[in-house]
């Protein structure tokens, strides 16, 4: 049996194109359980997962319970305002306290990067990252290109453009490590204040031009664009943000046919993404979703290294 | 007080270019003579220094002892017996207590609670009241209460006008203003240097254009103003730069930098996996940066090396990287870490003469003390080196109340094995003597 051998999954920066792919490989098969009638698997029976969610999310913390219910571990949840963190209590005590209870796996999301590097220092367990701060997001990463490699058979070569906030987005740290190391060849484009400074250290090209971007991509991500972003100086506003860099049909009229259209959600329709284009035929939207949920059990499988039934 | 006799040590006093074997007579507090093979009076206490190296007394000008306030990270007892173990005969403590030192009644405090400890205290007093950049201190009252220089440390004088009339002011008193450069707009909250580092870690980056605007403003200032200016621990190349043309126009400023900037980068966040031990203000800078300081320092752009010593009590290091406070402590770890240096030959011109001067000479130039020499009839602080001695950076050892470095396990060549203040052995063998 093939297991990941590290402890956690922090981000996608420190793992190689192997374990990559074994996680991806791992999926395909977790994918074929969530197609059954009957969802669940003993694997993890016994096991005890904690999910603690120190910033609001919908997705990531639903797809991580119904994981964790498909194979069978016993999970709580603790979100960050019924916490103890309110009451001033540390981030390392709460989740001691919780290890003692028996917990073996944390997923944390945290609005601090490097969060979860702290965490795993400090506990045993397990940690997965569900984002931490603007470091990264490897489980949004990984079911990406799970995402890309179903629709495409394939992830090298192809040509993937991020659009967007690059610069606040741990999504899009992880896309980019991730995609590279699978052997994608990838670009960004957005305004240069949404760029990370020394962009050169992703090794990858920037476009301000949307159009001249997306001309041969295989692959075109959208980021979710954040108000509080104007409010900085970021940009002028969502208006001019929609005009100059928004996805439209119109935007990528001179594109491939094949392209993939993707967003992690949650998105500002209109604004970075247009609605004929993410609920269009070349939007995969909706896999990425259902990707998250194999992506996330394929982690707690090679994490806590489970025997298949 | 007991005669001291140091006898067979290598003397560096870089006040007269001296450096040679000889042996030293200190009584009553006052270094009598300097000179080859005395004769010790019978009732002296001997020091043989055979092998050590004896310079005057080291000056750590930029230390934040804490007290009153945070007696929690550290007190002016703690930060003292700190500064004897590292060697350090005096330090010129930060005013950002709280409350903030920024009356005569808080520079006598810190003479008072001082008076028997292990090392000698210079208070600072701050340049604008609660250093809140509004209103001027009382710099004047503040001196005569002996305040040895004035800062606003933490923070910048944000407003020109302000530091402007601090400046002028000042010079009047023939006061030292030390200048925290910042632009808080530019440095946007941000947590480590901004650069390819901070892009990955995905933590909000201090531009080093941040400190660079800050110190051009005041460079312009001083250039109208007149006055001393000294700028604490410069960290870019673009500072150095700028100090280095400014004391070539004659400009009277001077400048210190810290053993982390000169020997640290940004690399350390992320190879230390978010330590907030690395976590500092200013930050630790990109290798080019890093380089530059080291030839600020060689070629006397930068007249001093200081601490900045920052204790945290090990909780409140304890956080996640954006909740912790910026500082690293370094009392007891910036002698061994330079004479590591020295030993090392990895900057080729840092020889332990520079290494005095820097230390000792040159900051107490800087803040006009009666120390930095061994000079006969001066003030008898001295600290005794050992080259050969190894030393590990070991924090729970520490006498300082925190815990908070970057350098913890790290194996240096090079320590101190006597402090002196005014004729008094306070620490022997790195054990202090109270």
């Known amino acids: 049996m093939q297991t990941l051998r590290r402890k956690d999954i922090l981000g996608l920066e420190e793992m190689s194109a192997e374990e990559i792919t074994l996680i991806l490989e791992t999926a395909r098969s977790m994918r074929e359980i969530m197609q059954r009638k009957i969802k669940k698997v003993p ?112 992830l090298e070569e192809l040509k993937v453009v991020i659009v967007g906030d690059i610069r606040h987005s741990r999504v899009a740290r992880s896309n980019l490590w991730g995609l590279q190391k699978m052997g994608a060849e990838v670009a960004v484009a957005g305004p240069p204040t949404l760029m990370p400074p020394d962009l050169d250290v992703f090794g990858v090209k920037h476009f301000t031009s949307i159009e001249e971007a997306v001309a041969d991509a295989d692959v075109v991500m959208a980021l979710r664009l954040q108000k509080e972003r104007q409010e900085s100086g970021f940009f002028p506003s969502m208006r001019e943000y929609a005009e100059t860099y928004g996805l439209n049909a119109r935007r990528l009229e001179h594109t491939k046919e094949d392209l993939l259209i993707m967003h992690p959600g949650p998105i500002n329709r209109g604004i970075e993404l247009s609605s004929d284009l993410a609920d269009g035929p070349r939007s995969v939207i909706m896999d990425q979703v259902a990707a998250g949920v194999a992506v996330r059990m394929a982690l707690l499988y090679l994490l806590l290294g489970g025997t298949k039934e | 007080m007991k005669t001291l006799y140091i006898t067979g040590g290598r003397v560096i006093d870089p006040s007269r270019n001296y450096d040679q074997t000889a042996d030293l007579l200190i009584e009553d507090g006052i270094i009598k003579k300097v000179e080859k093979g005395m004769k010790p009076p019978s009732d002296a206490e001997v020091i043989d220094a055979d092998g050590l190296v004896v310079t005057p007394g080291l000056v750590d000008m930029h230390v934040h002892l804490r007290d009153p306030g945070q007696e929690y990270k550290e007190d002016i007892n703690s930060g003292t017996r700190a500064a004897a173990a590292g060697g350090f005969t005096s330090v010129a403590a930060m005013p950002n207590t709280d409350p903030v030192t920024d009356d005569p009644s808080m520079i006598r405090y810190a003479f008072d609670k001082a008076a028997n400890t292990p090392a000698r205290v210079y208070p600072m007093g701050a340049v604008t009241r609660g250093q809140e950049g509004k209103e001027l201190a009382e710099l004047g009252r503040m001196k005569k209460a002996g305040a040895v220089a004035f800062s606003d440390d933490g923070k910048p004088v944000v407003d020109g006008m302000m530091m402007r009339n601090a400046m002028q002011y000042a010079m009047g008193l023939d006061a030292l203003v030390i200048v925290h450069e910042e632009d808080p707009a530019l440095a946007a909250r941000g947590m480590m240097h901004e650069g390819t580092v901070s892009s990955v870690l995905g933590l909000k980056g201090i531009p080093s254009a941040a400190e660079e605007a800050m110190l051009a ?19 870019t190349a673009g500072s150095v730069e700028m100090l280095r043309r400014a004391k070539k126009e004659g400009l009277n400023v001077t400048a210190e930098v810290t053993p982390h900037h000169l020997l640290l980068t940004d690399r350390m966040v992320k190879n230390s996996g978010y330590s907030t031990n690395t976590k500092v203000n200013p930050p630790l800078r990109a290798e080019r940066d890093r380089q530059a300081l080291w030839e600020g320092l060689l070629d006397g752009t930068i007249d001093a090396i200081a601490s900045d010593h920052a204790p945290h009590h090990p909780d409140d290091k304890d956080m996640e990287y954006d909740f912790a406070p910026f500082g690293i402590a370094g009392l007891e770890t910036t002698l061994p870490l330079m004479l590591d240096e020295v030993n090392s030959e990895r900057v080729k ?83 202090l003597t109270e």
């Open chain 1, 43 to 154: 694997t993890l029976r016994g096991r005890s997962v904690l999910n603690l969610f120190y910033e609001p999310s919908t997705r990531t913390k639903a797809s991580f319970e119904l994981a964790q219910k498909y194979m069978s571990s016993d999970a709580v949840s603790v979100a960050g305002t019924s916490s103890s963190l309110v009451k001033g209590e540390t981030l390392k005590d709460t989740v001691r306290n919780v290890e003692v209870m028996g917990v073996e796996c944390v997923i944390m999301r945290h609005p601090v990067s490097g969060s979860a590097h702290y965490l795993a220092r400090n506990v045993e367990a397990s940690v997965i990252n569900a984002g931490d701060g603007m470091h990264e997001h490897p489980t949004q990463g990984l079911l990406d290109m799970f995402t890309i490699w179903e629709n495409k058979g394939r």
């Open chain 2, 217 to 235: 403003r005041d460079l312009l200032i001083l250039k109208i103003t007149g006055g001393k200016m000294h700028v604490a621990h410069v960290s």
């Open chain 2, 349 to 431: 011109e840092f020889t332990l003469p520079v290494l005095v001067d820097r230390l000792s000479t040159g900051p107490a130039r800087i803040l006009q003390l009666d120390s930095g020499t061994l000079k006969e009839g001066s003030t008898a602080d001295l600290t005794i080196l050992d080259l050969n001695r190894s030393y590990i950076v070991d924090p729970d050892s520490w006498h300082s109340k925190s815990r908070n470095t970057p350098f913890a396990g790290r194996r240096l060549l090079g320590a101190p094995v006597y402090t002196i203040v005014g004729g008094r052995v306070t620490m022997k063998e790195g054990v």
